[in-house]
């Protein structure tokens, strides 16, 4: 996967979360049996979460953005792609949580997240 590809896919998954197609997104970007760690404010369940599987990165999404609403990405920092890598950093905004800085890392496998690796940390208030 070539910078130039990277940089698409990206947008394309963005796409995806800020249009609120969470079955698109998952779908498309990640493979069937893709594993997502984080540590989600918006599940009831104490970090570290690991989601493995289309069927439950659909629901976790669907649960994030009702949590966050329509998110609004300000920044886009370090990026980085490489073969089988994109990583990022940046920031969004949230009208009901507020202001946020993210920073993900997706190892990828034939085109599509395999494993998604996100830290997340709320500056202030929407």
């Not at 997104?25 to 069937?32: F, I, L, P, R």
């Not at 984080?38 to 990165?57: H, M, Q, Y």
């Not at 792609?81 to 990022?88: L, P």
């Amino acid at each position: 996967m070539d910078t130039i590809d990277g940089q698409k896919f990206f947008e394309e998954h963005i796409n995806y979360l800020t249009t609120g197609d969470v079955e698109g997104m998952v779908n498309n970007t990640y493979t069937e049996d893709a594993i997502l760690y984080n540590a989600f404010p918006c599940l009831d369940t104490p970090p570290p979460n690991v989601i493995k599987g289309r069927e439950e990165l659909i629901k976790l999404f669907k649960t994030y953005l009702a949590y966050q609403g329509e998110i609004q990405v300000d920044s886009l920092d370090n990026f980085l792609v490489t073969e089988d890598v994109i990583s990022f950093q940046g920031t969004i905004t949230s009208p009901k949580t507020g202001k946020w800085v993210v920073a993900d890392i997706w190892l990828m496998d034939a085109g599509q997240i395999a494993r998604h690796f996100g830290v997340a940390h709320r500056l202030g208030d929407a």
